[in-house]
């Protein structure tokens, strides 16, 4: 807790009130993602223990944020839900993590254009539900839909299901609202996404996202098992060609199999 002059604390907890933290305990949960870090990685690094945690409401509190920290030299790192696990949300320099927990609102909808708003820090699973209620959907998720959030994945960048039929989530995004390092706020769309996308938040804190959405279609899952490899790539190959697109593959090996007959196989 050495770097914060009562001077920055101050600040802190005039713009933050209770939302900024400095209390140990906290301190220590935020040091970590969800993975441990690599023993032999950790000399390295050293303590990654930040100084003070905040969780911001607006985009507003973050520019000032960033404004304050550029001037005073404060390190920033942004924290989604932490299910990365490659590092990226790890105060490795210290300084304030800022998480998005509060920011998790959809801000618009539109079911005609299939385009929706929201804020980072929704889960996916929370923005699915939501979007079923209206008879829409997301187009692709992270597996880690529980548990991860809307601008991680597109600041950690990454494939999920329905990617067979959408790519990558970078290729779902139509714009996004980010705060940059000296607090300006820059709305980013087209080839410009490739500088926050997979960019780990070095580029600025990702502050809204609009992504594409379908309309909420039946979805049938299947379980079938093949006695060799063989069989299973010729099932794929008329899978492909019948049903063109399916929405998401898992292949599990077992030694015991389960027979499931389809008209297909
Ligand atoms: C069980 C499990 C399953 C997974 N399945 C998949 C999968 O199917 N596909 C896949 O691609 N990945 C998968 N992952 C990895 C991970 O869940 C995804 O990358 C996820 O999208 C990260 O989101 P998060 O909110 O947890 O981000 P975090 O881990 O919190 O952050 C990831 C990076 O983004 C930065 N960041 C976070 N929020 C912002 C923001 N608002 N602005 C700027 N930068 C920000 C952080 O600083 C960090 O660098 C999985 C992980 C687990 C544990």
Redo the contacts with the bound molecule.
């Keep these: 807790m050495a770097r914060l002059t009562s001077k920055q604390k101050d600040w802190l907890k005039k713009e933050f009130d209770q939302r900024v933290t400095f209390d140990k305990t906290e301190r220590r949960l935020y040091s970590h993602?969800?993975a441990a870090i690599p023993g032999i990685i950790h000399p390295f690094i050293g303590s990654t223990i930040p100084d003070a945690i905040v969780q911001p409401e607006s985009e507003q509190e973050i520019a000032r944020l960033a404004a304050w920290a550029n001037e005073n030299n404060m390190p920033l790192?942004?924290?989604?839900?932490?299910?990365?696990?490659?590092g990226?949300?790890i105060p490795t320099k210290k300084g304030i993590v800022v998480d998005?927990w509060r920011m998790r609102e959809i801000i618009h909808t539109d079911s005609d254009s299939l385009k929706v708003t929201v804020q980072?820090?929704i889960t996916w699973e929370k923005l699915q539900k939501e979007l079923m209620k209206q008879k829409l959907d997301l187009r692709l998720?992270?597996?880690?839909a529980p548990?991860?959030?809307?601008?991680?994945?597109?600041?950690?960048?990454?494939?999920?299901?329905g990617s067979y039929a959408y790519g990558y989530?970078r290729e779902n995004v139509i714009r996004a609202r980010?705060v940059l390092p000296d607090g300006a706020i820059k709305e980013f769309s087209g080839d410009d996404l490739d500088l926050?996308a997979d960019?780990?938040?070095t580029t600025?804190?990702?502050?809204q996202v609009t992504l594409k959405i379908k309309k909420l279609e039946n979805i049938a899952v299947s379980a079938l098992a093949f006695p060799d490899a063989r069989k299973l790539q010729e099932a794929i190959e008329r899978l492909w060609t019948k049903m063109n697109y399916p929405s998401g593959r898992l292949f599990l090996s077992t030694r015991k199999w389960l027979s499931l007959k389809t008209g297909l196989l």
């Design positions: 993602d969800t790192t942004p924290r989604g839900k932490a299910s990365s696990g490659h990226g949300a998005f980072p820090g998720y992270p597996t880690s548990s991860s959030s809307v601008g991680g994945w597109l600041a950690q960048g990454g494939a999920g299901i989530f980010v926050i960019a780990e938040g600025g804190f990702i502050t």
